[in-house]
Nanobody
Framework: QVQLVESGGGSVQAGGSLRLSCAASGFTYSSACMGWFRQAPGKEREGVATIYTITGNTRYADSVKGRFTIPQDNATNTVYLQMNSLKPEDTAMYYC???????????????????WGQGTQVTVSS
């Protein structure tokens, strides 16, 4: 049974930091793309960051480059989203996701995701 269990959401003031965690089980973590997506009310779900677990290669949305990172712990099959310099526009429900990559490339596209977590809310106040 595949499980992606997220934690770490919450409320923070602009400029602050949060770290999200996602513990994965039930599939081959070591050859997956693990990612974080977010969805704000009235908006489409968008990719924020992904990591190809076997190589450590990462991709980031332009809107978060330089502020967010996606470290992982291969020993515990856990991926994180470290969010710094948070802005009110980062407010959204954040979802952990797993994808079986095609040709070793993480798509960071919702339609190609195989598994989703339940989501965790991040609220940034100005």
């Amino acid at each position: 049974q595949v499980q992606l269990v997220e934690s770490g959401g919450g409320s923070v003031q602009a400029g602050g930091s949060l770290r999200l965690s996602c513990a994965a089980s039930g599939f081959t973590y070591s050859s997956a793309c693990m990612g974080w997506f977010r969805q704000a009310p009235g908006k489409e779900r968008e990719g924020v960051a992904t990591i190809y677990t076997i190589t450590g290669n990462t991709r980031y949305a332009d809107s978060v480059k330089g502020r967010f990172t996606i470290p992982q712990d291969n020993a515990t099959n856990t991926v994180y989203l470290q969010m710094n310099s948070l802005k009110p526009e980062d407010t959204a429900m954040y979802y952990c996701a797993a994808e079986s990559p095609s040709s070793g490339i993480c798509s960071m596209t919702p339609r190609w995701i195989d598994y989703w977590g339940q989501g965790t809310q991040v609220t940034v106040s100005s």
